[in-house]
């Protein structure tokens, strides 16, 4: 069977998803086949969807073209798909049976069969997801929306991209409200929204400057008749775990005997460094250091108390993008742990 070899890269290509909401299939995945004779066959496919049909193809740097994959299946994070090939006058069917080991890779065995259903040769399969570009507006984003009488509305604001057009909607109590149109221009981001409001629905604009993991700008609502301005407000939005430290925050530490002292902190970074203080009812204190490494923030402080001063470290991690998360534990002369506590932390609105 030294023939099925050549062809097996054809057809024993698969395609990858996983977990319905949390897995986005459409793109392009490597994937490896185990031959018999011990040999792998590398090839790509390239995964589409449209209205809830899937189609793919495979390529390989040896072929003339792409090969065609059909009757594509998945139920219960198992994937099977198969394909009939004609190689030398002899009719092939290859099928391929994976399952989903995680949010980038599949394993699995694929096995051909001739025209009467018996086996011919079988073998190890998997795939892995190829990292491609994303336009830097897609993904999920936590938007503040500030309006007349210091009205602040908080939404979640989630991007896709299918086949080059950027579609949006936006996650509020109500539901969701599907985006009208989302358009950009270099670091320039307009969206159109009809949003409800009792009644009736009012067209709404946003005009934002988007810069890595964070968009700011202006909102504003028209009446739908006359086309005239109605209201309007500042607009943000923060990509959704984005680590950006800048800006206020309301802080809880809670205590040994479970009360909970409250606060303002306050970061700014300057030049590669951070520096930042704590404002409550005793007034301000500036931190002695401040560092942040990924999502994980450091926070050392000289706590004064009776005369005298305790030293303090905060560790937390983002939760999100407006909240932070983690632990404060204060130290003796000596170095030592004296007390602990939860300490956590959500991003005010400026």
């Known amino acids: 069977m030294k023939y099925l070899s050549k062809i097996l890269a054809w057809s024993l290509i698969g395609l990858a998803s996983a977990w319905a909401d949390e897995f986005r299939l459409a793109g392009s995945w490597k994937v490896v086949t185990s031959t018999p004779s011990g040999t792998d066959i590398e090839a790509e496919l390239i995964l589409r969807e449209k209205e809830g049909k899937w189609s793919g193809e495979a390529k390989a740097d040896d072929w003339d073209k792409a090969r065609a994959l059909k009757e594509i299946t998945f139920e219960k994070e198992t994937l099977k798909y198969a394909l009939d090939l004609e190689y030398e006058g002899l009719e092939l069917n290859y099928g391929v049976d994976a399952e989903v080991k995680d949010a980038d890779h599949l394993k699995g065995r694929w096995t051909a069969t001739g025209k ?3 086996e011919l040769a079988s073998g190890a399969w998997r795939a892995e997801r190829v990292a491609e570009e994303v336009h830097p507006l ?16 908080v939404l979640k604001a989630v991007f896709s991209e299918s086949e080059e057009k950027l579609e949006g909607k936006l996650k509020t109590l ?13 670091d320039q981001v ?7 409001y ?16 964070e968009m700011a700008g202006r909102w504003v609502a028209f009446n ?4 005239k301005e109605e209201a309007a407000g500042a607009w943000s939005a923060l990509r959704e775990g984005a680590a950006v430290l800048a800006g206020a925050w309301a802080v809880t ?11 303002v902190f306050h970061f700014e970074e300057k030049g590669e460094a951070w520096t930042g203080k704590a404002v409550g009812e005793d007034g301000e204190l500036v931190f002695d250091r401040v560092t942040l490494e990924g999502k994980d923030l450091v926070v050392d402080l000289e706590m004064p108390s009776e005369g005298t001063t305790i030293e303090v470290r905060i560790k937390a991690s983002f939760s999100g993008g407006n909240g932070l998360k ?12 004296s007390a602990s506590g939860a300490w956590k932390g959500v991003r005010k609105a400026d």
């Open 116 to 118: 009467d259903g018996a």
């Open 190 to 196: 307009k969206l159109e929204v009809m949003f409800p």
């Open 326 to 337: 983690g632990k404060w534990v204060a130290f003796n002369d000596s170095g030592e742990e």
């Open 174 to 186: 109500l539901g969701e409200i599907a985006m009208k149109s989302v358009a950009t221009e270099g």
């Open 224 to 227: 739908a008749e006359e086309d």
């Open 253 to 263: 530490a809670t205590l040994d005997d479970g009360r909970e002292n409250t606060a």
């Open 198 to 213: 009792g009644d009736e629905s009012y067209p709404v604009k946003i005009t934002a400057t988007l810069s890595e993991d």
């Open 138 to 153: 897609v993904g999920a984003w936590d938007a503040t929306a500030k309006g007349p009488d210091d009205l602040v509305v």
